[in-house]
Protein backbone atom coordinates (compact mmCIF):
# COMPACT_ATOMS: atom_id res chain seq x y z
CA UNK A 1 0.00 0.00 0.00
CA UNK A 2 1.73 3.67 -1.05
CA UNK A 3 2.27 5.57 1.49
CA UNK A 4 2.37 9.76 0.89
CA UNK A 5 4.46 12.22 2.54
CA UNK A 6 1.90 13.20 5.39
CA UNK A 7 1.06 9.50 6.02
CA UNK A 8 5.04 9.13 6.45
CA UNK A 9 5.27 12.10 8.68
CA UNK A 10 1.76 11.55 11.25
CA UNK A 11 3.42 7.82 11.66
CA UNK A 12 6.76 8.82 12.37
CA UNK A 13 5.74 11.70 14.85
CA UNK A 14 4.02 8.82 16.54
CA UNK A 15 6.55 6.08 17.24
CA UNK A 16 8.46 8.40 20.04
CA UNK A 17 4.95 8.49 22.47
CA UNK A 18 4.95 4.56 21.55
CA UNK A 19 8.37 3.91 22.22
CA UNK A 20 8.25 5.58 25.32
CA UNK A 21 5.58 3.10 26.82
CA UNK A 22 7.44 0.65 29.40
CA UNK A 23 6.46 -2.75 30.99
CA UNK A 24 7.85 -1.76 34.22
CA UNK A 25 8.00 1.92 35.64
CA UNK A 26 11.56 3.12 36.24
CA UNK A 27 13.48 3.78 39.39
CA UNK A 28 13.69 7.75 40.41
CA UNK A 29 15.61 9.73 39.08
CA UNK A 30 17.17 13.22 39.86
CA UNK A 31 15.29 15.98 37.64
CA UNK A 32 17.47 18.08 35.60
CA UNK A 33 16.98 21.65 35.65
CA UNK A 34 15.86 22.55 31.99
CA UNK A 35 17.38 24.89 30.41
CA UNK A 36 20.88 23.31 31.60
CA UNK A 37 22.90 26.01 33.05
CA UNK A 38 26.48 25.54 33.83
CA UNK A 39 28.70 27.80 35.42
CA UNK A 40 32.26 27.31 37.55
CA UNK A 41 34.38 24.60 36.99
CA UNK A 42 31.89 23.28 34.41
CA UNK A 43 32.62 25.88 31.78
CA UNK A 44 35.76 24.34 31.37
CA UNK A 45 34.49 21.10 29.58
CA UNK A 46 30.68 22.29 28.28
CA UNK A 47 30.37 23.14 24.76
CA UNK A 48 27.67 23.04 22.38
CA UNK A 49 28.03 22.29 18.68
CA UNK A 50 27.01 25.09 16.05
CA UNK A 51 26.71 24.57 11.96
CA UNK A 52 24.41 22.80 10.31
CA UNK A 53 22.68 19.33 9.72
CA UNK A 54 25.91 17.47 8.40
CA UNK A 55 27.53 20.48 7.08
CA UNK A 56 30.57 20.14 9.79
CA UNK A 57 30.95 22.20 13.34
CA UNK A 58 32.31 24.94 15.51
CA UNK A 59 31.81 24.23 19.02
CA UNK A 60 30.69 27.20 21.82
CA UNK A 61 32.80 26.36 24.80
CA UNK A 62 31.38 27.20 28.32
CA UNK A 63 34.06 30.44 28.24
CA UNK A 64 32.47 32.38 25.50
CA UNK A 65 35.39 30.66 22.99
CA UNK A 66 35.08 28.61 19.89
CA UNK A 67 36.92 25.57 19.95
CA UNK A 68 36.33 22.14 18.45
CA UNK A 69 36.40 23.90 14.51
CA UNK A 70 35.77 20.55 12.69
CA UNK A 71 34.66 21.93 9.41
CA UNK A 72 37.25 19.92 6.83
CA UNK A 73 35.62 16.85 6.47
CA UNK A 74 36.64 14.62 9.11
CA UNK A 75 36.31 14.68 13.48
CA UNK A 76 38.70 17.17 14.59
CA UNK A 77 38.41 17.88 18.23
CA UNK A 78 40.69 20.28 19.77
CA UNK A 79 41.50 21.92 16.42
CA UNK A 80 41.22 25.62 16.55
CA UNK A 81 42.22 28.60 13.95
CA UNK A 82 44.89 31.12 15.71
CA UNK A 83 43.14 34.39 17.31
CA UNK A 84 40.56 33.34 17.08
CA UNK A 85 37.74 35.52 19.45
CA UNK A 86 36.20 38.89 20.01
CA UNK A 87 36.91 41.43 21.96
CA UNK A 88 35.35 44.69 23.25
CA UNK A 89 36.04 47.99 24.64
CA UNK A 90 34.22 50.02 26.47
CA UNK A 91 34.47 53.84 27.22
CA UNK A 92 32.34 56.10 29.66
CA UNK A 93 33.04 59.67 30.59
CA UNK A 94 35.60 60.14 33.28
CA UNK A 95 36.62 56.79 33.06
CA UNK A 96 39.37 55.18 31.29
CA UNK A 97 38.32 52.64 28.70
CA UNK A 98 38.32 49.10 29.26
CA UNK A 99 39.63 46.17 26.51
CA UNK A 100 38.41 42.58 27.36
CA UNK A 101 38.44 39.51 25.27
CA UNK A 102 34.87 38.66 25.23
CA UNK A 103 35.79 35.48 26.69
CA UNK A 104 35.43 34.54 30.52
CA UNK A 105 39.04 33.53 32.07
CA UNK A 106 40.94 30.44 31.41
CA UNK A 107 39.94 27.49 33.38
CA UNK A 108 42.35 24.17 34.54
CA UNK A 109 43.56 22.36 33.15
CA UNK A 110 45.91 23.80 31.74
CA UNK A 111 46.73 21.40 29.04
CA UNK A 112 48.46 21.33 25.31
CA UNK A 113 51.16 19.97 23.83
CA UNK A 114 53.05 23.47 24.83
CA UNK A 115 51.18 24.01 27.76
CA UNK A 116 48.58 27.26 26.42
CA UNK A 117 50.57 28.37 24.12
CA UNK A 118 50.42 31.49 22.14
CA UNK A 119 47.30 31.63 19.71
CA UNK A 120 44.92 32.10 22.10
CA UNK A 121 46.91 34.73 23.63
CA UNK A 122 46.39 33.91 27.08
CA UNK A 123 47.92 36.50 28.28
CA UNK A 124 45.59 39.10 27.54
CA UNK A 125 42.97 40.47 29.87
CA UNK A 126 39.44 38.08 29.44
CA UNK A 127 36.46 38.78 31.31
CA UNK A 128 36.22 37.36 35.17
CA UNK A 129 33.25 35.00 34.70
CA UNK A 130 30.28 34.12 32.72
CA UNK A 131 27.05 31.95 33.07
CA UNK A 132 26.20 29.27 30.21
CA UNK A 133 22.85 28.18 29.41
CA UNK A 134 22.04 25.92 26.88
CA UNK A 135 19.03 24.80 25.06
CA UNK A 136 19.94 23.42 21.42
CA UNK A 137 19.97 24.85 18.90
CA UNK A 138 20.04 28.16 20.75
CA UNK A 139 22.98 28.54 23.67
CA UNK A 140 23.46 32.21 26.06
CA UNK A 141 26.37 33.59 27.94
CA UNK A 142 26.10 36.19 30.47
CA UNK A 143 29.23 37.64 31.04
CA UNK A 144 30.27 39.17 34.57
CA UNK A 145 33.25 41.83 35.45
CA UNK A 146 32.79 44.43 38.11
CA UNK A 147 35.16 46.53 35.93
CA UNK A 148 33.67 46.32 32.60
CA UNK A 149 30.86 49.59 32.84
CA UNK A 150 28.34 47.87 30.47
CA UNK A 151 26.79 43.97 30.67
CA UNK A 152 27.92 41.86 27.87
CA UNK A 153 25.92 38.60 26.52
CA UNK A 154 26.10 36.30 24.18
CA UNK A 155 23.35 34.22 22.03
CA UNK A 156 25.12 32.15 19.63
CA UNK A 157 22.49 29.69 17.21
CA UNK A 158 21.97 27.22 14.29
CA UNK A 159 19.37 28.15 11.74
CA UNK A 160 16.92 24.80 11.94
CA UNK A 161 13.64 24.53 9.84
CA UNK A 162 12.02 21.71 10.72
CA UNK A 163 11.33 19.36 8.19
CA UNK A 164 13.42 20.93 5.66
CA UNK A 165 16.64 19.23 4.98
CA UNK A 166 18.12 21.60 2.78
CA UNK A 167 17.69 25.22 4.69
CA UNK A 168 18.91 23.08 7.90
CA UNK A 169 22.21 22.02 6.53
CA UNK A 170 23.59 25.64 6.56
CA UNK A 171 27.48 25.84 6.97
CA UNK A 172 26.67 29.05 9.11
CA UNK A 173 26.65 29.86 12.97
CA UNK A 174 25.52 33.23 14.27
CA UNK A 175 26.87 35.21 17.05
CA UNK A 176 24.94 37.94 19.05
CA UNK A 177 26.67 40.12 21.33
CA UNK A 178 24.21 41.74 23.28
CA UNK A 179 25.15 45.03 24.86
CA UNK A 180 23.06 46.45 28.04
CA UNK A 181 24.54 49.60 29.43
CA UNK A 182 23.04 50.48 33.75
CA UNK A 183 25.29 53.53 34.13
CA UNK A 184 24.14 57.01 34.66
CA UNK A 185 26.27 57.90 31.08
CA UNK A 186 26.45 57.31 27.61
CA UNK A 187 28.72 54.59 26.81
CA UNK A 188 30.75 54.25 23.70
CA UNK A 189 31.15 50.22 22.66
CA UNK A 190 33.58 48.51 20.56
CA UNK A 191 32.89 44.83 19.27
CA UNK A 192 35.57 43.10 16.66
CA UNK A 193 36.61 39.74 15.57
CA UNK A 194 39.81 38.45 15.15
CA UNK A 195 40.72 35.21 13.21
CA UNK A 196 43.39 34.10 10.71
CA UNK A 197 42.46 32.67 7.39
CA UNK A 198 41.99 28.70 8.87
CA UNK A 199 43.02 27.21 5.29
CA UNK A 200 46.73 26.15 5.91
CA UNK A 201 47.16 22.86 4.76
CA UNK A 202 47.52 19.95 6.94
CA UNK A 203 50.22 17.24 6.72
CA UNK A 204 48.09 14.40 8.00
CA UNK A 205 45.61 14.96 5.03
CA UNK A 206 47.84 14.40 1.76
CA UNK A 207 47.18 18.00 1.03
CA UNK A 208 50.00 19.26 -0.76
CA UNK A 209 51.42 22.53 0.68
CA UNK A 210 52.19 25.92 -1.19
CA UNK A 211 55.43 27.64 -1.72
CA UNK A 212 54.76 30.31 0.48
CA UNK A 213 51.37 31.70 2.34
CA UNK A 214 48.80 31.95 -0.49
CA UNK A 215 46.42 32.41 2.08
CA UNK A 216 43.98 36.03 1.15
CA UNK A 217 41.21 37.76 2.91
CA UNK A 218 39.16 39.73 0.64
CA UNK A 219 36.77 42.67 2.03
CA UNK A 220 33.25 42.12 0.75
CA UNK A 221 30.72 44.94 1.41
CA UNK A 222 26.97 45.16 0.38
CA UNK A 223 23.70 46.87 1.88
CA UNK A 224 23.11 44.51 4.58
CA UNK A 225 26.68 43.25 5.26
CA UNK A 226 30.53 43.60 5.41
CA UNK A 227 33.07 41.37 6.49
CA UNK A 228 35.70 39.37 4.58
CA UNK A 229 35.92 36.15 2.23
CA UNK A 230 39.27 34.10 3.57
CA UNK A 231 40.48 31.36 0.66
CA UNK A 232 43.68 29.89 -0.25
CA UNK A 233 44.02 29.58 -3.94
CA UNK A 234 47.56 27.75 -3.32
CA UNK A 235 45.41 24.89 -2.17
CA UNK A 236 44.00 22.36 -4.83
CA UNK A 237 40.67 23.16 -5.55
CA UNK A 238 39.76 19.18 -4.94
CA UNK A 239 42.04 19.29 -1.02
CA UNK A 240 39.44 18.05 1.83
CA UNK A 241 40.90 21.24 3.29
CA UNK A 242 40.27 24.08 0.75
CA UNK A 243 37.10 26.18 0.27
CA UNK A 244 35.94 29.63 1.75
CA UNK A 245 35.20 31.15 5.25
CA UNK A 246 32.98 33.96 5.60
CA UNK A 247 33.39 36.42 8.75
CA UNK A 248 30.59 39.24 8.32
CA UNK A 249 28.88 41.42 10.23
CA UNK A 250 25.62 43.26 10.00
CA UNK A 251 25.12 47.16 9.58
CA UNK A 252 27.71 47.56 7.38
CA UNK A 253 27.86 51.67 7.85
CA UNK A 254 29.38 50.96 11.33
CA UNK A 255 31.53 48.43 9.74
CA UNK A 256 35.39 48.60 10.04
CA UNK A 257 37.30 45.62 8.16
CA UNK A 258 40.92 44.64 8.02
CA UNK A 259 42.29 42.12 6.29
CA UNK A 260 44.91 41.38 8.76
CA UNK A 261 47.04 42.27 12.03
CA UNK A 262 50.00 44.40 11.70
CA UNK A 263 52.40 41.89 9.97
CA UNK A 264 55.49 41.72 12.15
CA UNK A 265 58.38 39.36 13.60
CA UNK A 266 57.87 36.82 16.46
CA UNK A 267 54.44 37.56 18.36
CA UNK A 268 54.78 41.32 17.92
CA UNK A 269 51.57 41.17 15.57
CA UNK A 270 48.58 40.35 18.87
CA UNK A 271 50.69 43.04 20.49
CA UNK A 272 49.96 45.92 17.86
CA UNK A 273 46.76 44.70 17.08
CA UNK A 274 45.74 45.41 21.34
CA UNK A 275 46.87 48.32 21.38
CA UNK A 276 45.23 49.78 18.52
CA UNK A 277 42.02 48.46 19.85
CA UNK A 278 42.76 50.16 22.93
CA UNK A 279 43.40 53.04 21.89
CA UNK A 280 41.09 53.84 19.24
CA UNK A 281 37.07 53.11 19.40
CA UNK A 282 36.63 53.39 15.43
CA UNK A 283 40.22 50.74 15.43
CA UNK A 284 41.59 53.11 12.27
CA UNK A 285 42.89 53.07 8.79
CA UNK A 286 44.03 49.28 8.15
CA UNK A 287 47.69 48.23 8.83
CA UNK A 288 50.46 49.19 5.42
CA UNK A 289 50.84 45.67 5.43
CA UNK A 290 48.44 43.24 7.04
CA UNK A 291 48.86 39.62 7.88
CA UNK A 292 46.60 37.06 7.90
CA UNK A 293 44.55 37.22 10.93
CA UNK A 294 41.35 39.37 9.48
CA UNK A 295 38.96 41.62 11.57
CA UNK A 296 35.32 42.92 11.55
CA UNK A 297 34.88 45.92 13.87
CA UNK A 298 31.59 47.47 15.08
CA UNK A 299 30.97 50.58 17.38
CA UNK A 300 27.87 51.83 18.85
CA UNK A 301 27.07 54.59 21.50
CA UNK A 302 24.22 53.11 24.36
CA UNK A 303 22.64 55.51 25.86
CA UNK A 304 22.10 55.46 29.81
CA UNK A 305 19.90 52.19 30.58
CA UNK A 306 19.77 51.27 27.36
Known amino acids: ?34 PRVFRGPALATIAMPLGGVAAGSISLGGRGQLRD ?14 FAFASIRAETPGRRPVTR ?14 GL ?13 AVFTSSYPMARIDFEDRRLPVRLSLEAFT ?18 YIVRNPGPAAAKVSLCFSIDNPFRSAPDTGAARPAGDAR ?20 DAASPVAGEFVLAALDPAA ?43 LMREIPAGG
Not at 101 to 114: N, V, Y
Not at 117 to 129: I, Q
Open 1 to 34: MPTDRRTFLRTTAALPAAGAVEAQPRASQPSIEW
Open 69 to 82: WEIFNRPDKGNQPA
Open 101 to 114: IAEARILPPFEGAT
Open 117 to 129: GSNNVPGMPRLAS
Open 159 to 176: PIFPLDADSSGLPAALLR
Open 216 to 235: RNEPRRDDLLAGLVMTNPGL
Open 255 to 297: CTVWRGWPRSRWFNSPMLFWDAFKEDAKLGPEPQEPGTVGVVH
